[in-house]
Structure formats: structure tokens, C-alpha cells
């Protein structure tokens, strides 16, 4: 086999695997559905997040029909609270519990899909929030330099920080 034929291969078990786990199969679910020992389902989902993870189109069209999947559970729930609020006018307490029931369902597959969806944004997250600590240190540090090297001033980065941080967090500057 050459390596266009292998690579080839490879795509289509990756596109068949993370076809089954966006429809919400686990890997083992996916390692039998598709005979394919599990070591290598997660082989695959790995791969097609780092494809997923640096392509800015699918990104982009993964956000859009996430927005859309969640407007669409958002239609599902009020559709249910109308039916409740038939039940409450009818008195039916059977319609009302299966209302309620099929809310809290919708909720949990809307929670789910959101967490998922979030397994591909962690990442991004917590780069931008080490990079946010970081510069947030070389602030506090470039601060409390100036703090220390002009005591005239000193109350009024303390006066500035607080007004900012709107709490009652104490800056120690080191004389």
C-alpha cells in the first residue's frame, strides 16, 4: 500500500470515528460499532482534535452550529414549559411530570454538548489565561517598583488598584 492509499485510510477511520463521537458514542461504543480495537478509536479522536484544534474554519462553522443546536434546545424547553403550564390549567399532573421529566433530559444533552464542545475551547482557554497571569505579574511587579523607587506616588497606585480590583485586596509592596 503507499502512503497516499495509507493516509487516505487513516482519514477515513478518523472521519468514521469522529463521526460516531460527535452522535455521543464513548470509545468503546465506538471500538465496537466500528471494529476497531479502542486503543486506536482514541488514536483517532486524538488526531482529528489536533485537525480540528487548528483548522479556524471548522472553528468557525463548529461555533455556528453549536449556537444553532442551542437555540434549538433552548425552542425544546419552552416548548415543554408551555406544555406545563397546559397541564397546570388542566390539572394534569400526568402531562406536567412528563414535561418536567423531558425538560431536565433536554438540559442534560444541552449540558453535555456544551461540555463537549468545551473539550476542544479548554485548551485555548488556559493558554490565554497563563498568558493573562503572566502579564498580570509583570503589571504587579512593574508596580510595586514604582511603589517602592516613589513613595509619593505609592498611595496612589494602592488608591488606582482598589478602584480597579472594586475589592479589598491588599498589595504589599516590598520596601
Do not use: C, F
Not at 453549536?66 to 400526568?94: C, F, M, P, R, W
Not at 503572566?134 to 509619593?152: F, G, M, Q, S, W
Amino acid at each position: 500500500m503507499s502512503k497516499e492509499e495509507e493516509l487516505v485510510k487513516h482519514l477515513d477511520q478518523v472521519n468514521a470515528v469522529a463521526t460516531e463521537y460527535l452522535k455521543g458514542s464513548d470509545a468503546s461504543e465506538i471500538s465496537k460499532s466500528l471494529d476497531i480495537p479502542r486503543a486506536r478509536v482514541l488514536s483517532l479522536l486524538n488526531d482529528w482534535r489536533e485537525m480540528v484544534a487548528s483548522n479556524q474554519a471548522i472553528h468557525a462553522r463548529a461555533r455556528e452550529a453549536l449556537a444553532g443546536a442551542d437555540q434549538h434546545y433552548s425552542t425544546l424547553i419552552k416548548k415543554a414549559y408551555e406544555v406545563i403550564e397546559s397541564a397546570d390549567t388542566t390539572n394534569n399532573l400526568g402531562a406536567k411530570t412528563t414535561a418536567i421529566k423531558l425538560i431536565t433530559d433536554i438540559e442534560a444533552k444541552r449540558l453535555d454538548m456544551l461540555h463537549r464542545a468545551g473539550l476542544l475551547d479548554n485548551k485555548e482557554i488556559a493558554e490565554e489565561m497563563a498568558a493573562m497571569e503572566r502579564k498580570h505579574e509583570i503589571l504587579i511587579n512593574i508596580l510595586k517598583d514604582i511603589a517602592a523607587n516613589y513613595p509619593t506616588v505609592r498611595n496612589e497606585i494602592l488608591t488606582r488598584l482598589s478602584e480597579v480590583t472594586k475589592t479589598n485586596e491588599v498589595v504589599v509592596i516590598d520596601s
